[in-house]
């Protein structure tokens, strides 16, 4: 393994967003902490993250999770609700799960770790 590679736990699959048959609800859906990790490599607390291609919506939850601003375009209209639906569940539990200052910190040092 090289100093620049980037490690993530085994994606164990709770994360996976599925339908009410137990279908993937989107063929490529990213783990969130890798998407996390990227924000915060190349964004900052109150910027702006425009995804056009923004699938079930990881980036957009990332963001917010960041203190981001986030814009996202799909041209499919269910991978827009799923966004959607994903972004008012995460408004509704904004103290569980928004991403303190001290946790954006920890992150931030992880990311310097690896
Ligand atoms: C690789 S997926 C994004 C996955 C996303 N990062 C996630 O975690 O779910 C790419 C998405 O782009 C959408 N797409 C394809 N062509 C598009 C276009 N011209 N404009 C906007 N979205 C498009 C597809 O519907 C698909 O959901």
Redesign the pocket.
């Known amino acids: 393994m090289k100093d620049t590679d980037w490690v993530f736990g085994v994606y164990r699959g709770q994360e996976r967003l599925r339908d009410e048959n137990g279908i993937k609800a989107?063929p490529?859906?990213?783990p969130l902490k890798l998407?996390q990790q990227v924000l915060l490599s190349a964004s900052n607390k109150g910027d702006l993250v425009f995804?056009?291609?923004?699938?079930?919506?990881?980036?957009a939850v990332a963001a917010k999770k960041l203190g981001e601003k986030n814009i996202g375009?799909?041209?499919?209209e269910k991978?827009v609700k799923i966004s959607e639906r994903r972004i008012k569940e995460l408004d509704e539990k904004a103290n569980l799960f928004k991403t303190g200052k001290a946790e954006r910190k920890n992150l931030q040092m992880e990311l310097q770790v690896i």
Request: proline share 5%; aromatic share 10%; net charge negative.
């Open positions: 989107h490529t859906q990213k998407i995804d056009p291609f923004m699938g079930s919506g990881t980036t375009i799909d041209t499919n991978y």
